[in-house]
């Protein structure tokens, strides 16, 4: 058996990093906080369907030119 096994009190030193030391809580989201941004995430939705059919009829037209 090693030392380490056979002595029991034996512990390994701890460091901490300083990451570990954050005093200040981590912020909380509220349920506003959470519905604004779903519905955020929607209007960008929205937005990008928008602008793929855009793209989309652009294509299109300029490929019925050529």
Sequence with gaps: MSDQESNPSFELPIYKSQDCE????????????????????????????KLRTRLEQIEQSSESAD
């Design 22 to 49: 954050v005093e200040a809580p981590a912020p909380q989201v509220t349920l506003d906080m959470f519905n604004e941004l779903q519905l955020e995430v929607m209007q960008l939705r929205a937005e990008l369907a």
